[in-house]
């Protein structure tokens, strides 16, 4: 069904699907609307392409594509772009709605100036994580909310100053201490937050509502703040054209390393139940991914062209292959897995000291102490970030680093 597809169209072997909310709802049947298959971020393998695509066979891609929870995909060559050398398909398909909905949110729809505090709900979710990353680059001032004390430690690592719960409203007595927020990025639905959260905008400030489930209509925004600005952003009502303007974009974010991939929690297409489940407990630290072991790393990922080095790791421990002579612009570790019966951080600690002893390089490791997975290293000169995703089922943890 792949062949023969009319113009405009191309067809995908899917190697990696990004989990979202919304593909939750769909197959509980809880989607307000009809949102198509489940699956749409996907990151896979160009293998056929309608008349005068300016994608070929062969090329690695990512981007937006409903239905895309399988082994393979028609979808508009609109909403797929190249995927950068060194990015791998998981790493790919974390990314297109969560940045593009953080981009549509803080730049054409609220244009958050250089200073001003922005409220992130949910701030350790594939959103929140990516809208800080946004906020960055603007120049804002984030502050954060999360449910457990381990997300809330994970956010105040990455430079969260101001980080409280989410759990309930007494988040509002912090947040006006503070002085109030100029804007919202909403996602909760737990009674009181929406009205807790308008009550510390400034005045004439803007909310903008990103849930998909128990969603002020704007008259009653208003009727509750008539001088806030209330907006609702949802990648689903963008048109092709303007999906594809926001991918190309992201792609060169990637490409310059303005932005980075989220932490993602990896299960096998076999596993999309175990997904869906991760995702709707949401105890998770940015995406859930399923991927199909029927593509591998690209050899791009691993031999990136620029100066500096290059480790190259197999699939278990101990059989990797260390070049100390390989250069690139960045480190770029993928499916390194150790089968090991310990815990994440005693799991990455050996990461880290396998580094040491195998790489003979001066490798200075700091480690944030925390039990979300993640890990810092400075290796010649180079900062990489490893996190990791434990399976307690398989005594397995799959690492990551970037």
């Not at 699956?39 to 895309?68: C, E, K, N, R, T």
């Not at 303007?245 to 792609?251: E, I, K, V, Y």
């Not at 310990?342 to 600690?349: D, H, I, V």
């Not at 810092?376 to 690492?399: D, E, M, N, Q, T």
């Amino acid at each position: 069904q792949l062949q023969g597809l009319p113009a405009g169209q191309v067809g995908v072997r899917v190697a990696a699907v990004g989990i979202n909310f919304r593909d939750v709802l769909n197959v509980l049947g809880m989607y307000p609307g009809d949102p198509g298959a489940p699956g749409s971020d996907v990151a896979g393998v160009v293998v056929s392409a309608g008349a005068s695509s300016s994608l070929q066979p062969g090329q690695a891609v990512f981007g937006l594509s409903v239905g895309a929870l399988g082994t393979a995909v028609a979808c508009s060559e609109q909403t797929l772009v190249a995927m950068p050398p060194c990015l791998s398909y998981e790493a790919a398909s974390s990314m297109p709605t969560v940045f593009i909905t953080a981009q549509l949110a803080m730049g054409a729809v609220t244009g958050v100036q250089p200073g001003e505090r922005v409220l992130v709900h949910a701030a350790a979710g594939g959103v929140g994580l990516a809208a800080l990353q946004v906020l960055r680059v603007l120049g804002a001032v984030p502050v954060a909310t999360a449910g457990s004390p381990s997300k809330r430690s994970l956010l105040r690592s990455l430079g969260v100053q101001a980080v409280v719960g989410s759990r309930d409203t007494q988040l509002v007595g912090p947040l006006a201490c503070l002085g109030g927020v100029d804007v919202v990025l909403n996602s909760l639905t737990s009674p009181g937050m929406v009205v807790g959260s308008l009550s510390v905008l400034r005045r004439g400030g803007r909310f903008v509502e990103i849930g998909k489930r128990d969603v002020w209509a704007p008259a009653a925004a208003a009727a509750e703040r008539p001088d806030a600005a209330y907006s609702l952003v949802a990648v689903d009502f963008m048109s092709a054209a303007g999906l594809n303007a926001a991918m190309s974009r992201l792609s060169a974010q990637l490409a310059a390393g303005v932005v980075r991939p989220l932490p993602s929690a990896v299960h096998d297409l076999s596993s999309v139940a175990a997904a869906l489940r991760q995702m709707s407990q949401a105890r998770h630290v940015g995406k859930v991914v399923v991927s199909s072991s029927a593509l591998r790393p690209r050899p791009a990922q691993l031999a990136a062209a620029s100066a500096g080095r290059v480790v190259v790791t197999g699939r278990k421990a101990g059989e990797g292959v260390w070049r100390r002579q390989c250069t690139a612009a960045y480190l770029c570790c993928t499916a390194l897995r150790h089968n090991l019966s310990a815990t994440p951080s005693s799991c990455a600690s050996c990461v880290l000291r396998a580094w040491k002893r195998k790489s003979a390089l001066n490798l200075r490791s700091t480690s944030n102490g925390l039990a979300t997975g993640t890990k810092s290293a400075h290796l010649g000169g180079c900062v990489c970030f490893c996190r990791w995703h434990w399976h307690p089922r398989k005594a397995r943890c799959r690492v990551a680093c970037c």
